[in-house]
């Protein structure tokens, strides 16, 4: 028997895209609502850190 008073959590994929190329370089799994993500993170076309900001499909 399955457990009923589990909560299924709602969650969204997005995309982390390079402000400086546009590439759309991570998915990331995250909760719904809030504000947009705004990472540092490498981008590999410039070889180099690049901030990224959360973009939905």
Do not use: I, Q, W
């Not at 370089?25 to 609502?33: D, E, F, H, L, Q």
């Amino acid at each position: 028997m399955a457990k009923s008073g589990r909560r299924k959590r709602k969650v969204e994929s997005v995309f982390l895209v390079c402000e400086e190329t546009g590439d759309y370089n991570y998915t990331v799994r995250r909760k719904m609502g809030g504000e947009k993500l705004r990472l540092k993170k490498y981008c590999p076309r410039l070889r180099k850190h690049t901030l990224h900001v959360e973009k939905k499909k």
